[in-house]
């Protein structure tokens, strides 16, 4: 079966707008991209003024939002499954900003301010120093006259000294 790349990438790109905030970038039902959306309105209402799981269901069912295919208003079970998910999700993600806040090898951000780069330099002992001539030094022609003769002795039929 060959594949349409440029179909591929195209699905791709438009599944990354439509779903680019979620975390894991599936593919939700609504309901599930609803509850997400509404979820500290919904916690509120249920642990704070006292609505039930079925009553919030009911609501929701009302404004419709649907469970699956078959259009039918969101369940009670399939309201709490999601947001026990969406509260497992939260955790987890907190975990691990927690987690990676405590790491040993991390560098903690510093208030302040990096000082300004100093100008290059060169170490001492490459600084320039003053030329004072060539007095007691020997020449180039030396040098290499030198070299050659303590090799010598490494040539065919060279003398020996």
């Known amino acids: ?13 438009k599944t990354r707008r439509q779903h680019g905030d979620l975390p894991d970038r599936r593919e939700t039902t609504g309901a599930t991209r609803v509850v997400r ?9 249920h642990e704070h003024e006292g609505v039930s799981w079925s009553e919030l269901a009911a609501a929701l069912g009302d404004q419709g939002v649907t469970e699956g295919k078959g259009g039918k208003p969101i369940s009670t079970s399939r309201l709490t499954s ?19 806040r405590t790491r040993a090898d991390a560098v903690a951000p510093t208030a302040t301010p990096v ?5 290059h330099a060169l170490s001492q002992d490459l600084a320039r120093r003053p030329f004072t001539g060539s007095a007691g030094l020997p020449s180039e022609d030396e040098l290499l006259r030198r070299a050659f003769d303590q090799k010598r002795h490494l040539l065919k039929g060279a003398e020996k000294p």
């Open 1 to 13: 079966m060959k594949i349409d790349t440029r179909r591929l990438r195209s699905h791709i790109a």
């Open 37 to 45: 959306e509404n979820l500290d309105l919904i916690l509120r209402l």
């Open 82 to 100: 999601i947001v026990c998910r969406l509260r497992q999700q939260i955790a987890r993600a907190e975990k691990k900003q927690s987690a990676r």
């Open 115 to 119: 000082a300004a780069p100093r100008p």
